[in-house]
């Protein structure tokens, strides 16, 4: 691996540049152009464009991980093309197939290969977006559109690690039912801003919110999914349409059923009952998963499992990134490795 004079035992989550993207567009007579790989670096945009003035964004999040063996490996790198696809047609943007979604990743991944951090330093992380970036002026689907893929190497997603955070129930909604909630629109993300930063100016690490219909039934923290255990059975909220479907909130349940035996519920949790449980985390491809120690609810702080990381959590933390970093048996078919022989070339 090339020294690109990173301090790799310091990273932490924060945009830094590297060395090439993936660009493809997309113009109505001709469909999605074959996209190249080119040096990151700005590019232009109409001020009238479609996602500048009415939104009309979506988004991925992955990692790149470099194994004990070094090699590349992705974590259901599909999943994320086929929720791409799935938000695309929620918003009228032209599918992009999850195929070539694949194949593009490899090679934004392989050219930057020297940001990968070392095993066991952080990850690679992916952030594939499509836009409209057509111009218009009346509100409806723009009239070109223009997919890209960088990368940005990563520490862990909260300072403190694999240790319990303290999480704040929000008087904010995430989402409406029947809304974007269910998708990675760039929409979702511009008003959870003001809900974190006050629950941080209080000193805690992120929001939870309840269901916008009732005020009762658990949703997501602000960043992740969440899941709590109650008398063994692990416990996560229904997927409505207004909760995102995590591709790591799946591989826990599955992880969860199939490795540990245990029984899962996926239904509408109370916050009376998120207050009886004996553990409480969430996940994400940034936070992984990330124990929650205690909980701000109508001015007390609820704390679990004594402020420690608990048995059941840890387990799954250990699966999941064994599996990741094909250290554990993946019966699963999840892990992706990057061709070590992929020849990928800058384009200008």
């Given at each position: 691996m090339t020294d690109v004079n990173i301090d790799w035992d310091n990273l932490g989550f924060d945009?830094?540049?590297t060395k090439g993207m993936f660009l493809s567009k997309w113009e109505e007579k001709t469909g999605w152009d074959e996209g190249k790989v080119v040096p990151f670096g700005n590019f232009e945009i109409s001020p009238a464009a479609c996602v500048l003035n009415y939104g009309q964004g979506i988004f991925e999040g992955m990692k790149a991980l470099r194994t004990k063996a070094n090699k590349l490996v992705l974590f259901r790198p599909?999943?994320?093309?086929?929720?791409?696809?799935a938000g695309c047609e929620r918003l009228l943007i032209p599918p992009y197939d999850p195929k070539k979604f694949v194949d593009d990743v490899k090679k934004v991944v392989k050219i930057n290969e020297d940001y990968i951090p070392p095993y066991g330093k952080g990850a690679l992380y992916i952030r594939p977006v499509l836009w409209g970036t057509g111009p218009i002026l009346g509100v409806a689907p723009a009239p070109s559109y223009t997919f890209i893929i960088f990368v940005v190497p990563v520490g862990p997603y909260y300072k403190e690690g694999f240790n319990p955070i303290k999480l704040a129930i929000t008087e904010f909604h995430r989402a409406a039912p029947k809304g974007t909630g269910g998708i990675k629109t760039i929409c979702n993300y511009a008003g959870s801003m003001l809900p974190a930063k006050k629950v941080k100016e209080k000193g805690y690490n992120q929001e939870l919110y309840l269901d916008a219909a009732n005020g009762k039934y658990i949703e997501e923290v602000g960043t992740a999914n969440f899941f709590c255990v109650?008398?063994?059975?692990?416990?996560t909220p229904r997927l409505t349409g207004s909760i995102l479907p995590g591709?790591?909130?799946?591989?826990?349940?599955?992880?969860?059923?199939?490795?540990l035996k245990m029984?899962?519920?996926?239904?509408?949790?109370?916050?009376d009952e998120v207050l009886k449980a004996s553990e409480v985390f969430c996940s994400g491809t940034a936070a992984v998963?990330?124990?929650?120690g205690s909980l701000l609810y109508k001015g007390k702080d609820h704390v679990f499992n004594d402020f420690k990381v608990g048995s059941v959590t840890q387990k799954l933390y250990d699966l999941l990134t064994k599996i990741q970093l094909q250290e554990e048996e993946d019966i699963f078919g999840w892990v992706v490795e990057v061709e070590p022989d992929l020849v990928v070339k800058i384009q200008t």
């Open positions: 945009f830094m540049p599909l999943d994320n093309g086929k929720r791409l696809k109650v008398n063994n059975v692990l416990m591709n790591t909130r799946a591989s826990i349940i599955d992880i969860a059923k199939k490795k029984k899962v519920e996926e239904r509408d949790i109370t916050i998963v990330t124990p929650i």
